[in-house]
Nanobody, 123 residues
Framework: QVQLEESGGGLVQTGGSLRLSCAAS????????IAWFRQAPGKEREFVAA????????SYADSVKGRFTISRDNAKNTVYLQMNSLKPEDTAVYYC????????????????WGQGTQVTVSS
């Protein structure tokens, strides 16, 4: 059974930092792309960042470039999203998702999803 479990969300002030974790189990992560998406109240879910487990290649949304960093820990089967210089507009539920092989930014093309973790940035 495939499971993606997010953790690390919380409340932080503008300019602060958080690190989200996505622990993967039940799949061969070496063939997967792991991505982070977020959904704010009343808005559509949007792509944040992704990493190819096999190559380490990364991709970011323009809105988070230079502030967020996605990385992976092979030993722990865990992907991290380091979020710095947080802004109120980063407030959302953050989800990790997995799909095989190819980078895509459309959430409809990801096969597996975690339950989400809330990130709230106060002004």
């Amino acid at each position: 059974q495939v499971q993606l479990e997010e953790s690390g969300g919380g409340l932080v002030q503008t300019g602060g930092s958080l690190r989200l974790s996505c622990a993967a189990s039940g799949l061969d992560v070496s063939t997967y792309v792991i991505a982070w998406f977020r959904q704010a109240p009343g808005k559509e879910r949007e792509f944040v960042a992704a990493i190819s487990w096999s190559t380490g290649r990364t991709s970011y949304a323009d809105s988070v470039k230079g502030r967020f960093t996605i990385s992976r820990d092979n030993a722990k089967n865990t992907v991290y999203l380091q979020m710095n210089s947080l802004k109120p507009e980063d407030t959302a539920v953050y989800y990790c998702a997995a799909r095989q092989r190819f980078f895509v930014t459309s959430d409809t093309l990801y096969e597996y999803w975690g339950q989400g973790t809330q990130v709230t940035v106060s002004s």
